[in-house]
Structure formats: structure tokens, C-alpha cells
């Protein structure tokens, strides 16, 4: 918060005394809760863990939404609420409309929180989800089979090979935003909530503010790309040079997403549209990139394409990127998992005593991995219809219901329609439907599971 507030004191914005008391404040408060819990830790467990990851995550929004709440902006506490778990979730929507006049500071700590996020979320998908047994199957657990039994010494080895490749992407990704012709303040924003995949922006027209500069699209599109892969293989790539790592099945069908439904919605704009093709090729791939690696930057209003196309951005938002990458969404690895379960079951309907194993990348699939690929996937379906159901009898239409409930369960940001689309913003939604998306965008951040085994009486049974 310190940061922020030396750039709003710098341009002589009155904010920086609300950073610098919400810093004081919560350094006190921190200080305080040390200073009371000296007795030594308890031993690590699932249950510490489950309860650690969510003390984290709600912590990190209110403490984000804390100067944005004490600020100028003139907003009510839920919609601050809102403001700092949409960041610290890296969804990336947003309840603030004139993003292009307001204070640096303020800017500037949407973005760091969303930096924040996305470094947290790599932790929770490399080390944390394997260790609970809910997710980041990635080539990482396959070549570490010790993971589950030992996740905190493997998080002392590889954290700080993980924040470096992190910083020093950012500081590039920057680099080439100031190069096609970004402002530097612009640049070091845009930089962070880029490779978060977290989709906050300086200006209310998002990536639309630079719509007529391909090579700064360009250059999103890389670096949102970067941030969908798995940082366990930049690590394994940077530090030990293993270029099989990439190997990881999960990565080559994210990518053939991505070339598919850019390729698909090309020649839509190209022939329904009557766009030319170096246009239609960016702006298609730049949104289908954005969806699916679930930034949310929106640099034109695509729900305006046509009924193919928002369908199909409709069916991306389900996507997500790479298990261990700073996205969300329901990731190509359980994809590739439903899918052979799916086989297996047509052929067993043939052969009723058949053996067929599922196996990922050449290695075969617990029984435990299987059964949790479904339940989330499950859990996912009957949240999404709960949580539209509850922002309908809040008022909503049909089609901000869907797509707002889908779009935070995601952590994509832009939904569908007039008011939360990408034309649009959550800032005319009522403090309840705001509620609810704040439940979801944690929900969905935290892998669902996650949370929803904290309302299970079974776990605060000793």
C-alpha cells in the first residue's frame, strides 16, 4: 500500500493518507496477531491447509478493499468487497466506471492486487491443490510423485524460482507494452494484471483504448498466453533446461483451443462481418485468448459479432487455462480426463468386462483423481444454475443471470449482455447480486471444493 502511496503523494493526490493509514493499520493488526500466536504451529494437515487457503484468499480482498473503500471513489463497502476479491481472484471485473480519471494510486493498487493474486494463485495450483487432492494435475505431480506427501518442501525449493520468472516476466511483458507505444504507467499496469491473467485496466474501454495498435494486442496475446501455461514447466525450462516438460498434455490442447475457436471466429468476421483478415485474425485471437485464459481484457464489444461468436465466447468461458498457471476456469486436463472416462464408458456398454485404465500423459489416473475431476465438474454445473437462480430473484434478466454467475465462478470478468457485457461494467448491480458474485469468484478461484468443504460438519469434528 506504501507504493501507491508515494504515487498519489508524488502527483499530489490527497488519497496517499488513506494508503498510507490502511498500510499502518493492517502492518498493526498483522503485527498484533504475530505478537498472539507465538505457541509453535500446528503440524501441517489437510484441514490447516483447506483453512489456511481460505483465511488467505478472504483476508487478501478485504485488506484490498480497505483504501478503496476509505478512498475518493464514493463507493459502498460490498462494492469495495467486490472491488478487492475480483482483484485478489484475478477475475477482473469491476464496479468502477471513469477508470480514465482516477487517481494513479488508485490504479496502480488494483493492479498490484491483482499481481498479488496471480502469484498466490500459482502457489495454490502447483503446490497446495495436489496436496488436497482437488487439483493442479500438472507435469510438475507427475515427475514429483512425492508432492502430496511433502508440498511445503517442495514450496521452499521452487517459490523463489517461480517469483523470479514471475517478476521478470512482467518487467518484459512492460517492456513491449512501452515499445508498441504505451505510456509507462500504462505499461507497468497492464504488464501485472497481463500475466496474472487478471484483466484490470487503466481506462474503461479495456484493451478497446488501444484498439488501433495491433503490435500492443499482439503482445497481450503472447503474454496472456504465458500466463495460461503451467509455471512448473517455465521453471523446469529456465532453471533445468528440460524441454520435455512441455510435453504435458494439458498445454498442447489449451493451445489447439485457442488456434480452433480464434481460427473459427476469423472467418465468421471475415465473411459475416466483412473484415479484413489481419483485423478479424487479431481481434478474434485476442478475445478467444482473453476468455480462455480467463484475463477478461475486451478490446471490442464482441457480444456485437453476431449469434456464432457469442456462443462460442459463451463456450470459451468454460475453458480456462493450464492447471499451475494463473488462470481459472475448469482446465484442458480435466477435459482430457472427462473425456476418456467418457470413452471408456461407451466401450463398457460393448464390452461390459473390459479393462480400459485412463491414463494422463502415459501415466495412469488414481481412482481419487477421477472422482475429483467429476465432482468438480458437477459441482460446477449445480453452483452455476444455484447461483443464476439467485441473481434472478434479485432481479436480473436471464442472460445476466447465466453469464454473471458463469463469468465468476470462471474468474473471467466480462459476462454477456447490455449491463455486465464487455461494453459495460458490475457497477449497476444491486449490494446483494454483488454478494453473490463475491461468493462465487471465491469459489471458483479456490477450486470450489475448497471452500464448500468448510460448510461440512464433518470437518470441524475432531
Not at 490502511?22 to 489437510?46: C, R
Not at 491473467?197 to 487503466?202: I, L
Not at 479495456?206 to 496472456?224: C, E, K, N, R, Y
Amino acid at each position: 500500500m506504501l507504493i501507491p502511496a508515494a504515487v498519489d503523494l508524488y502527483v499530489g493526490n490527497p488519497d496517499w493518507q488513506i494508503f498510507a493509514i490502511s498500510a499502518f493499520s493492517v502492518a498493526g493488526l498483522a503485527l498484533a496477531t504475530i505478537f498472539a500466536t507465538q505457541a509453535p504451529p500446528p503440524p501441517p494437515s489437510s484441514r490447516l491447509a483447506f483453512l489456511v487457503v481460505n483465511a488467505l484468499w478472504l483476508t487478501l480482498s478485504l485488506v484490498g478493499a480497505l483504501p478503496l473503500y476509505m478512498s475518493s471513489l464514493d463507493i459502498s463497502f460490498i462494492e469495495a468487497l467486490f472491488e478487492g476479491v475480483s482483484g485478489a481472484t484475478t477475475t477482473g471485473s469491476t464496479v468502477l466506471v471513469g477508470l480514465d480519471d482516477l487517481p494513479p494510486g488508485l490504479l496502480l493498487w488494483r493492479s498490484i492486487l491483482q499481481w498479488m493474486g496471480g502469484v498466490g494463485v500459482i502457489a495454490l495450483g502447483v503446490f497446495i491443490l495436489p496436496y488436497l487432492n482437488i487439483g493442479g494435475f500438472s507435469f510438475f505431480r507427475i515427475e514429483s510423485s512425492d508432492i502430496e506427501d511433502r508440498p511445503f518442501a517442495r514450496f521452499s525449493t521452487f517459490s523463489v524460482s517461480i517469483l523470479m520468472i514471475y517478476t521478470a516476466l512482467t518487467a518484459l511483458c512492460a517492456l513491449f507494452y512501452v515499445m508498441g507505444g504505451m505510456s509507462v504507467f500504462d505499461a507497468v499496469n497492464h504488464s501485472m494484471t497481463t500475466l496474472a491473467t487478471a484483466g484490470f485496466s487503466t481506462h474503461d474501454a479495456s484493451f478497446g483504448h488501444f484498439a488501433d495498435q495491433p503490435m500492443l494486442l499482439w503482445t497481450a496475446i503472447v503474454f496472456m498466453i504465458i500466463g495460461g501455461l503451467p509455471f512448473t514447466v517455465l521453471v523446469l525450462f529456465a532453471f533445468r533446461g528440460q524441454t520435455e516438460a512441455a510435453r504435458d498434455p494439458q498445454i498442447t490442447l489449451f493451445l489447439c483451443l485457442i488456434a480452433g475457436a480464434a481460427f473459427a471466429v476469423t472467418i465468421w468476421l471475415i465473411v459475416y462481418q466483412d473484415w479484413s483478415f489481419f483485423r478479424a485474425l487479431t481481434h478474434a485471437l485476442f478475445n478467444i485468448v482473453s476468455i480462455i485464459t480467463t484475463t477478461g481484457y475486451a478490446s471490442d464489444d464482441y457480444t456485437s459479432w453476431g449469434p456464432f461468436a457469442v456462443v462460442l465466447f459463451f463456450a470459451a468461458t468454460w475453458l480456462g487455462g493450464c492447471s499451475g498457471s494463473t488462470s481459472g476456469g475448469t482446465k484442458p486436463y480435466r477435459f482430457l480426463i472427462l473425456w476418456q472416462l467418457l470413452r471408456t464408458g461407451l466401450q463398457r456398454l460393448l464390452f461390459p468386462k473390459i479393462v480400459t485404465p485412463i491414463r494422463y500423459g502415459g501415466r495412469l489416473v488414481s481412482t481419487d483423481m477421477q472422482a475429483a475431476v467429476l465432482l468438480f465438474v458437477s459441482t460446477s454445473l449445480v453452483l452455476w444454475i444455484v447461483l443464476s437462480v439467485a441473481l434472478a430473484a434479485l432481479g436480473l434478466d436471464l442472460v445476466t443471470a447465466l453469464s454473471g454467475s458463469l463469468t465468476a465462478l470462471m474468474n473471467v470478468g466480462p459476462a454477456f449482455g447490455p449491463i455486465i457485457g464487455p461494453a459495460g461494467n458490475f457497477g449497476a448491480l444491486s449490494d446483494g447480486a454483488l454478494l453473490v458474485l463475491i461468493f462465487g469468484m471465491l469459489l471458483g478461484r479456490l477450486e470450489i471444493l475448497t471452500v464448500l468443504v468448510l460448510f461440512s460438519p464433518l470437518f470441524w469434528r475432531r
